[in-house]
């Protein structure tokens, strides 16, 4: 398949009249951190997401809202004496993998999502401390409690609707030794899977689900473990998130309120939302052609840094996942439905502090197959840096 260049792309969305480029985040203008509270994001691409206005919109697994939020990020690089808020620096879009949403003045809400479910996920985070303080002891015995103290404040995220267990630091205090962080991730993810059970008995049945990031697609329901290897760290967060929080629902969303914005009419109900939505690609592409004609659907370039894609090793075939692929797959599902000239980005998050596949592979093992429906338009080898850059030349060029 002939790829398009970074340059080859700037030409073409420079003058498109109707553009919707919708974005992660961690991996796409911020490399990989074992630790989110180090993250930086820069005020080039701050400004560019202004700047492109309504073209842009973000959606992430990650949240806006918090102390490990994108909006810190923002407020730690904005100018002092600078408000984001006033000036509408706030990088706008979907958080929580689609039920936070965030206006580009920082006003936050979160469709669907009732609060006895807010309650609950408040009670997360110190109900996952509580459990590991023992696995901790378990596969950490050499460590003593400080330390052991200071690692669960790092590693329980307490997100406000996705709280999450990164276990990037565990794994760098293991050493490489792949055994015994394959048995880590297992009992990570049945502790996660504990929590479901808790949320069924308090009359929460079919609210939440755990989202692995990254993974190999769904086994049944249930997102698929990737185990630790020798050259990859494989499953490092373990999401408690929302039914009905997936990316590619997300996008429906983003792409409805975008006409709204235009047009002043929500095609698929002004109380859409993710948890309203299909979960199948298939039926999230028969809505949108049914509810909205051609010439209000937006071009959609979606940019993305993980997708997986390893070979199965009983039934033979690929084990294909990875938290960016549905809502990049549907973006290339809705061109084809459309005949528009979709484009599908994928940024090389490999450079940061996590072992991820390389675009230098010219076969971009571990990313994708030779039978892959998910097809690649745009690679950016260069990373966080390179997009961000692009971005910025994108947002001058559209702002001429």
Request: charged share 20%; aromatic share 4%; net charge negative.
């Amino acid at each position: 398949m002939q790829r398009l260049s970074l340059h080859d792309l700037l030409d073409e969305l420079a003058s498109e009249q109707d553009l919707l480029l919708v974005q992660d985040l961690d991996g796409v203008c911020m490399p990989l951190v074992r630790d989110p509270l180090t993250r930086t994001l820069p005020l080039g691409t701050i400004h560019a997401v202004a700047q492109l206005g309504h073209s842009l919109r973000v959606l992430t697994n990650g949240e806006h809202g918090g102390k490990r939020g994108v909006n810190r990020l923002v407020e730690q690089t904005v100018p002092k004496g600078v408000d984001p808020a006033a000036e509408g620096l706030y990088l706008p879009g979907l958080g929580a993998g689609g039920v936070q949403l965030q206006t580009r003045h920082g006003e936050l809400s979160h469709p669907g999502v009732s609060e006895r479910e807010l309650q609950f996920l408040q009670s997360v985070p110190q109900r996952l401390r509580e459990a590991l303080v023992p696995l901790l002891e378990q596969f950490l015995p050499q460590s003593d409690q400080a330390l052991r103290a200071q690692l669960l404040d790092r590693i329980v995220l307490d997100n406000a609707v996705s709280p999450t267990l990164n276990i990037n630091l565990l794994i760098e205090q293991m050493q490489g030794e792949t055994h015994r962080i394959r048995r880590l991730q297992e009992q990570c993810l049945n502790l996660l899977l504990s929590l479901l059970d808790q949320a069924n008995q308090e009359e929460l049945a079919d609210r939440f689900f755990v989202h692995l990031a990254p993974n190999l697609g769904l086994e049944g329901e249930r997102e698929r473990l990737r185990p630790a290897a020798a050259d990859q760290p494989g499953t490092t967060d373990f999401q408690f998130m929302l039914q009905g929080a997936v990316k590619e629902a997300g996008l429906l969303v983003l792409v409805n309120e975008h006409i709204r914005r235009r047009t002043g009419q929500a095609p698929l109900g002004d109380h859409f939302n993710v948890r309203s939505a299909p979960r199948e690609l298939d039926a999230l592409t028969a809505l949108c052609v049914e509810r909205i004609p051609e010439p209000l659907m937006p071009l959609l370039v979606g940019v993305g840094d993980t997708i997986t894609s390893e070979p199965a090793e009983d039934e033979g075939g690929w084990q294909r996942g990875g938290s960016d692929r549905g809502f990049l797959t549907l973006v290339q599902k809705l061109g084809q439905a459309y005949g528009h000239s979709n484009r599908v980005v994928l940024v090389d998050s490999s450079g940061g502090e996590l072992k991820r596949p390389s675009h230098n592979d010219p076969q971009l093992r571990g990313l994708t197959d030779p039978d892959d429906p998910l097809q690649l338009d745009v690679l950016v080898p260069g990373g966080p840096s390179a997009y961000c850059s692009w971005l910025e030349q994108l947002s001058q060029k559209r702002g001429c």
